[in-house]
């Protein structure tokens, strides 16, 4: 197989691979491996010229390269899906993302949701996330595994299926829309089709999802999907990779396109 040299690369300290038997297929997870290992390594270390404060800026343009980090993994193990299904589906089954997290109701999204559909049929799912905001405290952080479980927004929600929609600018919004699972990706969209971070909270460079208090009255408080939170799945993601391609003894080249036809289809 002819490889694009870019995907030979230097072993990242930490990603060093353990040999197992001598075998084409392995040889071949060894250097995707490294690749992997070192390219995260390398977007984590950029940073911008001694004197320059663009930290929010610089987190971005991080976070737009771990989006397509993510997206090259993701290739490997659903090359058919489409994206969403791709990115949501890797990031469920190969990071270290709680699963409860990401099932869990973005707080934020759904009491905005509420106050534009003022019906009497969400009177008790309002009460409900009227007390959980209460509890907030301004000054700090709120991780969202403070966000309410899905089992406890569907007991205080219409029963109906049709009538668990929300009407938004004469667009329907679903309940299921507002999990952070599916919020992740519209993160994701905005970070690799607009250049720009969701919303407009200022990451914090933590490890964990979180809101985080703000001083406009309008809307005091932002969801934020910190550089470090991806940083940390990434890493954990090679190390899954590693293991199922080695179980599976699957090849994670064999999905690429390393022709000298941009179409795919020319190579074959």
């Avoid at 353990?18 to 390594?41: A, D, R, Y």
């Avoid at 991080?62 to 899906?81: E, G, N, R, V």
């Avoid at 809307?219 to 940083?231: M, Q």
Wanted: charged share 25%.
């Amino acid at each position: 197989m002819s490889l694009n040299p870019i995907f030979f690369a230097i072993p990242a300290k930490g990603y060093m691979i353990n040999s197992m038997e001598e075998n084409p297929v392995n040889n071949e997870i060894e250097k995707f491996i490294e690749f992997l290992g070192t390219s995260l390594q390398r977007v984590d270390n950029l940073a911008f010229s001694e004197g320059q404060n663009n930290d929010q800026q610089l987190l971005t343009y991080k976070k737009i390269l771990l989006m397509s980090f993510i997206d090259c993994m993701a290739k490997t193990i659903y090359p058919s899906h489409k994206n969403r299904k791709r990115f949501t589906s890797f990031m469920s089954n190969f990071t270290d993302w709680d699963e409860s997290d990401q099932d869990r109701v973005s707080l934020l999204h759904l009491r905005e949701c509420l106050n534009q559909n003022p019906e009497p049929k969400w009177s008790d799912l309002r009460q409900y996330v009227n007390e959980l905001f209460g509890c907030w405290d301004s000054s700090s952080l709120i991780p969202i595994d403070e966000d309410p479980k899905w089992e406890d927004i569907q007991k205080c929600s219409p029963n109906s299926s049709e009538d668990a929609i929300f009407k938004v600018n004469n667009k329907p919004i679903s309940l299921e829309q507002l999990k952070h699972k599916n919020l992740i990706y519209l993160n994701r969209c905005n970070l690799v089709h607009e250049f720009r971070e969701a919303g407009q909270g200022r990451d914090t460079n933590q490890d964990k999802i979180h809101y985080r208090h703000t001083l406009q009255a309008e809307n005091p408080w932002d969801l934020i999907y910190p550089y470090g939170f991806f940083k940390t799945q990434c890493d954990y993601a090679i190390e899954n990779l590693q293991t199922y391609y080695k179980e599976n003894r699957l090849d994670p080249y064999k999905v690429f396109n390393f022709g000298a036809f941009w179409i795919s289809e020319l190579n074959l």
